[in-house]
């Protein structure tokens, strides 16, 4: 009678899921001191969230006004300067 083997594990490292964007979480922005360069046009800089606004951001126009619009992360850029950026402004850094 033929032995059966014994299964043997997967050691294949498992992908790992993306970490939740948190206060701590390490990300990649859009940002330029230069006003004459497009918004799209700003380099990716890295930096560390240190704030979340959550609810109280003002996502919409809802003040009646198109400028100081409250956004959800504070992110202390590496080079030192704070900016404020939304979820679809922000990714993981590598």
Do not use: C
């Amino acid at each position: 009678m033929a032995k059966k083997r014994d299964a043997v594990p997967d050691k294949a490292p498992k992908p790992q899921q993306p970490a939740p964007t948190s206060v701590g979480s390490r990300v990649v922005t859009r940002h330029s001191s230069d006003s004459e360069l497009a918004a799209d046009q700003w380099p990716k800089a890295a930096g560390i969230i240190v704030d979340d606004f959550g609810d109280t951001a003002g996502h919409d126009n809802s003040y009646g006004r198109d400028w100081a619009i409250t956004r959800r992360w504070a992110i202390a850029l590496d080079d030192g300067p704070l900016v404020f950026r939304n979820d679809n402004e922000i990714e993981a850094e590598d």
